[in-house]
């Protein structure tokens, strides 16, 4: 966008930012922290909430607060009560910066898994965001200068993870996190032009949201959600850590549109170039920039 609004520093800023508990979410708020941003944070996790604010408090100047909120993002009542205790918590009349980043994967098949686990996956990831978004705006537009992070992700314009394994619930909603995202570009320009929109499509990020999807539909034993955890990151290009440090980076600078990782953005240059192999593995596997793109193998 040509009127891009910097945001050359997060001190002195008030953050909110769903799915803090672990991942891109908790390294998000780290990192705030560390550059002198107040955050409240949300997440279904009291315990990984806990953990999230010891480390960020480690890192963190004397004049930074953190606080966490536990917080169903697909539940909209919650999301209003995450709002009024943020509130609270940071003696604020308004927001300079939302993340909405809460995420949850599994129902790939629209045939055979369960309509009630598609539609939870669905919620989360896209209620979750328009809810965020309907929730914190008016915050955002009451601050000089604010900015709204929507994650999307690489199945955001590539509804897929290969052969063989259909990505039905995730994918839609993030293409929808892409869409309504896009379409807030204009709407923030003629009505609120001191916000701005970024959209965030990660590939790839060494996270632990198999292991956390798993637990959120009623897996219980520990070693198998260790185990998934582990196997998910071991073939991540990126770590949560440097995910966020391009996001934040990203932000900073002014960009609206960030595909993170050098796996997100090979993909995303052969999409562009050849949308009508995007569902052609073999062609895909074949894209020179593309060697080690992890499908799954037929």
């Excluded at 910066?97 to 369960?114: C, E, K, T, Y």
């Amino acid at each position: 966008m040509a009127e891009a609004l910097h945001m050359e520093s997060f001190d002195g800023k008030v953050a909110i930012v769903t799915g803090g508990g672990s991942g891109m979410g908790r390294e998000i708020v780290r990192q705030l922290a560390a550059a002198g941003c107040s955050v409240a944070a949300c997440d279904l996790n009291a315990d990984s909430l806990a953990e999230t604010r010891k480390m960020a408090l480690d890192g963190a100047g004397s004049d930074v607060r953190i606080s966490v909120h536990e917080c169903d993002v697909a539940d909209e009542a919650a999301v209003l009560r995450f709002r009024d205790e943020a509130l609270a918590a940071h003696a604020a009349d308004h927001v300079d910066l939302v993340f909405a980043n809460a995420g949850l994967g599994g129902a790939g098949s629209f045939i055979n898994d369960p309509r009630e686990q598609w539609e939870r996956v669905f919620a989360i990831d896209w209620w979750g965001v328009y809810y965020t978004a309907r929730t914190f705006l008016p915050l955002l537009i009451a601050s000089p200068s604010g900015v709204l992070v929507n994650t999307s992700s690489v199945n955001g314009f590539w509804a897929s993870l290969g052969p063989n394994f259909p990505h039905t619930a995730y994918s839609t909603a993030k293409f929808a996190v892409k869409g309504f995202t896009e379409a807030l570009i204009e709407d923030l320009r003629v009505n609120a032009p001191h916000v701005r929109v970024v959209l965030v499509m990660p590939g790839h990020i060494a996270t632990n949201i198999v292991g956390n999807s798993l637990r959120a539909f009623g897996v219980t034993d520990s070693a198998a959600i260790a185990a998934a955890n582990e196997g998910f990151r071991a073939g991540a290009p990126m770590t949560a850590a440097e995910a966020a440090t391009v996001i934040l980076s990203a932000v900073r600078a002014g960009e609206w549109r960030v595909v993170v990782g050098s796996d997100g953005q090979a993909l995303d240059e052969f999409v562009r170039a050849h949308p009508e192999s995007a569902y052609d593995y073999a062609e895909l596997a074949k894209y020179r920039d593309l060697p080690r793109i992890d499908l799954p193998s037929q």
